[in-house]
């Protein structure tokens, strides 16, 4: 308990008199804020006259409030930083909300302002009102609805901080438009002050030796890591010690690039479409090192058969997730980048040296070499096919988004990252749409990396009109769509389980069904629709022209979007079905 | 199993709503709810009794921990601390029986705070034991209206 700490408040600053709009914008300056993704509406007008007066920021204007948020969360997982977003009272607000939920599930640092009526017609059912702060309960690390005008610059900074520090989440600040008209003078806050908040938490020496004593007795050691990696900034440590400790990393889809997928000790990704090798390891390890992690149902299957044989330590900084969905032998609460820091101190001090595993490696790197991700070669461009063929013409080097269904899994199987923040995708909530307004945020953040959305034509689709953004805003972010005219992942299912009957999940005329092979049933027309936005597009169907289509879209400085026509028959494999087990898994 | 779970809290409008939400989502039904100031004017204690089994319970405290306005979480389970429950209940009570409900008040230790023609408004506290079998014996009185605090705990 703090109640009865003293605290030494510095002298506080005092700003000159201006309304609450412009010191929404004055502390977002303050809090480092660069860009701001915003769509003005009555309520919220007020803050973006405020921005016309304002250089340091730069607003960018979506075409839908649900594009500008999923924009900011492409901004916050490029950079780390808060991805902001604003949005008017009522329906503005409320297109908000499947960010936000998105970001809570993703741990994304996005902030959320939002205007909000006048305080006197709030509960009165006025018009464009509805409770956001109460709508979005469930859904937040924490909110605000601003009462007093002088309460904003104090708000402002801890959204900041609570989004972006511990675990980071989305926080919303309502402001109803008479806060953003009055005047006042504005006392900035020195310093970051929240009750609850106990700075982080650090693993002790004693559980971290019990680690270590684990690890040189195990025979068959693995590495499952998350998110939590990334968003510590823990990658340099994690290396450090999964070389020292000679254990093979496999990571979360979240995790994705915070252990270079070219390392030799790296087995990509593990769960449901995951490697077999990542799969297998983890299933026949005898000691597993969670960190960062929740135990998500798309990697354990069956829970209560996830990794049988292995004493799994848990390393979270957030203890609620500890016991959550699985029950393990050493859960310990703490910064993972504290503790795998900490980690390599003490084998350094130890002289830990990695004990003789020669036939677990062999084991291990037996089943990486003979399962490979792979598919049959078909007359037609196949959606892994342009995938890798992206890979190639990248070197590997580009910030790839996507949309949610089979392309979003090819995209992680055939891309190798090499560095953490450069896949980004929608994971725990699996928001369709995601892609491009993503790609949009991570392009801003990012100018001189080659940013593409790996997208699906019904994904692409759900937020079409941010072609519009990026072409106004000079936002070089690219889309290849591998456009199969189905929702492939929910065709997969109905292949596999529903005995391929289609519900509703054809895109076009079901009679005449767009294909490689029935151009003329192809629809929509996504070059049309590009070049109403004045985006430069193509078409591809053809093998031979892929590789030259895909350099024509990495040269083009602004956006572009390429429309790869692919058969919808290939299914997204190996495929731990929902609630199985690693036994189960489809290989081919 | 039942547990009495008492959370310190910032004194913000929206805690209340955030930590119900905890319950709700789970659907947890919350058995009493207090919220009340404490002697730090900025915090609030709420005491919330529910029935859930032990490590669903255990996890949405976690989780209560990590609401932002949430300083502190204590889960009493029974008989580790000492509770109490006030109860205001105004039971029909004329002439003819007055003596007699005043009778079972006495042994309750309960007070009479109102009285009027019809009816008497009592006032008892104790803990749940007590309060249970002061409310059978004065149920066939006929109990008019209750209000109840919930209860409240602190630590032996």
Not at chain 1, 15 to 33: F, K, Q, S, W, Y
Not at chain 1, 569 to 582: D, F, N, R, S, Y
């Amino acid at each position: 308990m703090k109640t009865d700490t003293v605290l030494n408040f510095p002298k506080p600053e005092i700003g000159p008199e201006m309304t609450g709009a412009d010191a929404v914008v004055d502390c977002l300056v303050r809090e480092g804020v660069e860009v701001l993704f915003a769509y003005p509406g009555g309520a919220s007008m007020e803050m973006h006259q405020s921005l016309t007066r304002n250089d340091k920021i730069r607003t960018i204007l979506p075409r839908h409030e649900q594009g500008g948020s999923f924009a900011a969360e492409g901004y916050a997982r490029a950079t780390g930083k808060a991805g902001v977003c604003m949005a008017t009272s009522g329906p503005g607000a409320t297109n908000l909300v499947t960010a936000i939920a998105d970001a809570y599930m993703d741990s994304t640092p996005l902030v959320a302002i939002t205007g909000q009526v006048y305080q006197k017609f709030i509960g009165k059912s006025a018009f464009q009102e509805t409770d956001f702060f109460g709508m979005t309960l469930p859904i937040v690390k924490h909110s605000y609805l601003v009462l007093n005008v002088e309460d904003l610059p104090r708000i402002i900074n801890e959204a900041i901080h609570l989004a972006t520090s511990g675990r980071p989440g989305p926080v919303v600040v309502d402001i109803p438009k008479d806060i953003q008209q009055e005047k006042f003078r504005p006392i900035y806050p020195q310093k970051t002050e929240i009750l609850s908040d106990q700075g982080l938490p650090q693993a002790t020496d004693e559980q971290l030796n019990e680690v270590l004593d684990l690890l040189s007795k195990a025979k068959k050691p693995m590495l499952y890591v998350g998110g939590g990696i990334i968003s510590a900034n823990a990658e340099q440590e994690l290396k450090a010690f999964a070389e020292r400790g000679d254990i093979f990393v496999a990571s979360t889809l979240m995790g994705v690039g915070c252990f270079p997928e070219t390392h030799p000790l790296s087995l990509k990704w593990f769960g449901m479409h995951g490697t077999v090798a990542g799969n297998y390891a983890v299933h026949e390890s005898d000691l597993l090192f969670a960190f960062g992690v929740r135990f998500d149902d798309r990697i354990t299957g069956e829970v209560t058969k996830f990794a049988p044989n292995a004493t799994i330590v848990h390393v979270d900084i957030d203890r609620s997730e500890h016991n959550k969905n699985k029950i393990v032998d050493f859960p310990i609460h703490s910064d993972i980048k504290y503790a795998l820091g900490r980690l390599n101190e003490l084998m350094e001090r130890s002289a830990h040296k990695a004990p003789d595993r020669t036939p677990w490696k062999d084991k291990v790197l037996g089943w990486k070499k003979k399962y490979p991700f792979k598919y049959e070669e078909s007359k037609f461009i196949l959606p892994q096919q342009a995938i890798r063929t992206l890979y190639e013409e990248t070197k590997g080097e580009a910030i790839i988004t996507t949309g949610v269904g089979q392309h979003q899994m090819w995209a992680a199987q055939y891309y190798d990252f090499a560095h953490s923040r450069s896949f980004i995708s929608s994971l725990g909530l699996g928001s369709m749409g995601y892609g491009y307004p993503s790609a949009i945020g991570a392009k801003v953040a990012c100018p001189d990396r080659q940013v593409i959305d790996i997208d699906g034509d019904g994904s692409f689709l759900m937020n079409v009109q941010e072609l519009a953004t990026a072409k106004i805003e000079k936002i070089g972010a690219k889309a290849m769509v591998l456009n199969n005219q189905h929702l492939g992942m929910v065709v997969q299912w109905e292949d596999r389980f529903y005995q391929s009957v289609r519900g509703h999940t054809i895109l076009g005329d079901k009679d005449n069904i767009g294909s490689p092979e029935n151009m003329g049933g192809i629809y929509p027309d996504f070059v049309k629709i590009a070049e109403g936005f004045g985006v430069p597009a193509r078409r591809v169907v053809r093998k031979e022209d892929l590789r030259e289509a895909i350099q024509e879209m990495l040269a083009e400085e602004g956006p572009f979007l390429l429309d790869v026509i692919v058969p919808y028959t290939e299914h997204v494999l190996p495929m731990i079905p929902a609630g199985k087990t690693v036994d189960e898994m489809i290989i081919e | 199993m039942r547990h009495t779970i008492s959370v310190l809290v910032e004194n913000k409008f929206g805690v209340l709503a955030r930590i119900a939400g905890l319950f709700s989502g789970r659907g947890f039904n919350i058995d009493t709810l207090n919220v009340a100031p404490t002697h730090v004017e900025t915090l609030s204690r709420l005491t919330v009794v529910v029935k859930g089994n032990d490590s669903t319970l255990d996890q949405l405290i976690r989780q209560l921990e990590r609401l932002v306005n949430v300083i502190e979480v204590k889960d009493f389970r029974e008989g580790q601390a000492v509770d109490r429950e006030l109860v205001l209940l105004k039971i029909s009570a004329d002439g003819n029986n007055r003596s007699e409900v005043m009778q079972i008040c006495d042994i309750f230790r309960a007070r009479i705070i109102n009285v009027s023609s019809a009816d008497v408004v009592i006032e008892i506290t104790g803990d749940e034991g007590k309060i249970n079998a002061f409310l059978r014996l004065v149920e066939p009185f006929g109990v008019i209206e209750m209000a109840r605090t919930g209860k409240l705990a602190m630590v032996r």
